[in-house]
């Protein structure tokens, strides 16, 4: 069964996940939407679908656009660093 089926956020309203923004008023419905993620058993999951699909946008698995994108940027720096301490 898809993990969207167990997921926490399921019956809640979707506009909470995707405040407009990012500071004021926003990030206190980021904080909202972070809290329903901390008690969904599927966060991680979620946060990995939406790292493979390109979801920008939201709150997805507990992480915010802003973690997300930094997520990404140390991912993509990783094997350049594991190669320079190699040679």
């Not at 399921?10 to 909470?16: A, H, K, Q, V, Y």
Request: with cysteine.
């Amino acid at each position: 069964m898809d993990w969207r089926h167990h997921a926490a956020c399921r019956d809640e309203d979707p506009e909470l996940f995707f405040p407009i923004g990012n500071s004021g008023p926003a990030l206190i419905q980021i904080e909202e939407a972070k809290e329903v993620c901390r008690r969904c058993s599927v966060s991680t999951a979620c946060l990995q679908w939406a790292l493979e699909t390109g979801q920008d946008g939201g709150v997805w698995g507990g992480m915010s656009e802003d973690e997300r994108r930094a997520l990404k940027r140390r991912r993509s720096l990783r094997p350049a660093v594991q190669l320079r301490t190699a040679v």
